[in-house]
C-alpha cells in the first residue's frame, strides 16, 4: 500500500512567528492599489452608514482580526471606536504593528487614509496617527481562541467577553489554511465574536493557491464569492459580498479579490 504524500495544509503547520512584516508591508502597501482603494470605498461608506444609522450612545469596541501589517482595516473603524484590538498571531507582526503604531504610523498610509477621508465621518478625526495609538490594543493571539478571549483591564471591561460592536479581517480566513474546514470555522469564530448587529467587513482572497511572503510560503484555500456568502448567510444579515481587481495583478496565482460586508447575527 503507498502512503499518503505527507502535506503540509493545516494552520498550525506553518511558522508563523516569522512572517517577514516589513516585507509584505512594502510589498502590499506600499502604495496604494486600485483594488485595495475600492475595497476602502466600500469599507468606509458602509461602516459610516451603520454608524449614522445605529446612533449608539457610545463609540463602538472594535477588533481586527489578523491584522498582519495592514493597517488600513482598523483605520477604516478609528472615527467610531474608543479601542480597537488588533488581534494577530504572528510575533513578527505584533513587533512590527506595535512599533508602527507608538511611532506614528509611516507616510505611505496617508493615501489610504486620504480616501477615507472623502467620507465626511471620517473627517471628524484630525489626527489619525496620534487617534490610533491612543485606541490600538495590539494583542498576540489567534482567530480559533477568540471565544475563549478573557478582556482584562481597560476600557472593554465592561462589555460581555468576546462581544465587539465593529469588526474586520481582512485575507486572513482563506490565507492562513490549506484545508476549508479551518477556512469556514475562522470565518464563524470571527463573526461569533462580534455582538448581533454589529457591522463587519471581511476581505479574501479568490481562487489563491498559496503565498510567499519574501521568501517563505505559506497557505491558502481556493474559495470562490460563493463560498463566502454561503459561509456567511447562516452566520449573518445584510451581507453584501463583490468580487473586484480581477486583473489580479499583485502576485501569481490567485483570481481577484472579495470584499463581504454584513451585520453578525445572533450567534
Ligand atoms: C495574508 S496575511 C493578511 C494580513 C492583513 N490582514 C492584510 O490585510 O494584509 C494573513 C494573516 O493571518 C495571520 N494569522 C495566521 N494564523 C492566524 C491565526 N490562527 N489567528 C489569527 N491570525 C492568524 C498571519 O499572521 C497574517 O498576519
Known sequence: ???????LSRND?????????AWYQEHNYGTLRPDDEEILQTVRDFFAAVYAEDRPTRKWHGIDVGPGANLYPSLSMLPFCESIRLHEYSENNV???????????????DAFWKILTENPAYRSVEDPRAALKKIADVNKDSVFRLDEVKVEGGSLLDLPAEQWDVGTMFFVAESLTGEKAEFEKAVRKFVHSLRPRAPFAAAFMKDSAGYFVDDQRFPAV???EADVRECLTSLASNVDVRVLGQDASLRDGYGGMIIATGRAGDN
Open 1 to 7: 500500500m503507498t502512503e499518503p504524500a505527507l502535506s
Open 13 to 21: 503547520d506553518f511558522v508563523w512567528d516569522t512572517f517577514n512584516a
Open 95 to 109: 513587533a512590527w504593528l506595535r512599533a508602527e503604531i507608538q511611532g506614528g504610523y509611516g507616510e505611505s498610509w
Open 222 to 224: 481556493a474559495i470562490t
